[in-house]
């Protein structure tokens, strides 16, 4: 059973940036794919970025160069740098992992990001 804990949301300006964290626990960190998904008012959960076991990352086209996600296999962390953010960012992020050994996936609580005009 994995648990997963994120952190580093907030309220931020139009432009601004935030880090989020999500830190895991109760599995073998490093032989999961590991991802950010988001869910805005009214709207369906989506993939925002995801890195892989083998560290090959992939992004949503609306985040591409603005969003960066990177993984910390010693400290079983993965982070989210958004830079450049817009209104359309505004939506509560989830970290999802995901055992290509198991089949399972497991999420985090979700953490709020408005971003404010």
């Known amino acids: 059973q994995v648990q997963l804990v994120e952190s580093g949301g907030g309220l931020v300006q139009t432009g601004g940036s935030l880090r989020l964290s999500c830190r895991a626990s109760g599995g073998t960190f490093s032989r999961l794919a590991m991802a950010w998904y988001r869910q805005g008012p009214g709207k369906q959960r989506e993939l925002v970025a995801r890195?892989?076991?083998?560290?090959?990352?992939n992004y949503a086209d609306s985040v591409k160069g603005r969003f960066t996600i990177a993984r910390d296999n010693a400290n079983n962390t993965v982070y989210l740098q958004m830079n450049s953010l817009k209104s359309d960012d505004t939506a509560v992020y989830y970290c999802n992992a995901n055992s290509a050994l198991t089949g399972l996936q497991y999420w985090g609580q979700g953490t709020q990001v408005t971003v404010s005009s």
């Open positions: 890195a892989t076991p083998g560290e090959s990352v």
